[in-house]
Antibody
């Protein structure tokens, strides 16, 4: 059974950093591209970033370029999102997802990040 | 950037109804479109990929169609467990979700 479990969320002050993790199990992690998708409170979904199966390629939405870094450790079957220079508008639940081609086939349960002073 | 417009924003329907949700892209997206279902308090779930392909385990009452800029998700006979918000998502150029259609029971 595919499982994706996010962790690392919480309350953080504006301008500070936070690193999210997503532990994967139930599939061969290094065979799949992975992504982060976020959802602000009571709002819709937004794609955040994607990383290729081997980590060689990364893609970001414009609003997080230069601030967020997606990475992965295939030996640990874990996906990461390093978030720097956080802003109030980054407040959201962050989901990790396993991609099949460009579709988010499996999702974690999400971790809430609240950026506030 | 490609904009995705979903309509209606809220839809009320009765159990057993045939329900149609619409998604319109600001330019041709060449069928590169998925539909996701999100129930209250849960993570989204993939229903339909590449316009009309049913994801494994999804009931056959769900179907998708469309081309060019106009796409549709149809539920042939609405069930109580289908109450959710439905999002379309394009990956033809960049990656964009629609704002969602909230489906309620009448």
């Amino acid at each position: 059974e595919v499982q994706l479990v996010e962790s690392g969320g919480g309350l953080v002050q504006p301008g500070r950093s936070m690193k999210l993790s997503c532990a994967a199990s139930g599939f061969t992690f290094n065979n799949y591209d992975m992504a982060w998708v976020c959802q602000a409170p009571k709002k819709g979904l937004e794609w955040v970033a994607t990383i290729s199966y081997d980590g060689s390629s990364t893609y970001y939405r414009d609003s997080v370029k230069g601030r967020f870094t997606i990475s992965r450790d295939n030996a640990k079957s874990t996906l990461y999102l390093q978030m720097d220079s956080l802003r109030s508008e980054d407040t959201a639940t962050y989901y990790c997802a396993r991609l099949i081609y460009n579709s988010f086939a499996y999702w974690g349960q999400g971790t809430l990040v609240t950026v506030s002073s | 950037d490609i904009q995705m417009t979903q309509s209606p924003p809220v839809l009320s329907a009765s159990v057993g109804d045939r329900v149609t949700l619409s998604c319109k892209a600001s330019q041709n997206i060449n069928k590169n479109l998925d539909w996701y279902q999100q129930k209250h308090g849960e993570a989204p779930k993939l229903l339909i990929y590449y316009t009309n392909n049913l994801q494994t385990g999804i009931p056959s009452r769900f179907s998708g169609s469309g081309s060019g800029t106009d796409y549709t998700l149809t539920i042939s006979s609405l069930q109580p467990e289908d109450v959710a918000t439905y999002y379309c998502y394009q990956y033809n150029s960049g990656y964009t979700f629609g704002a969602g259609t909230k489906l309620e029971l009448k």
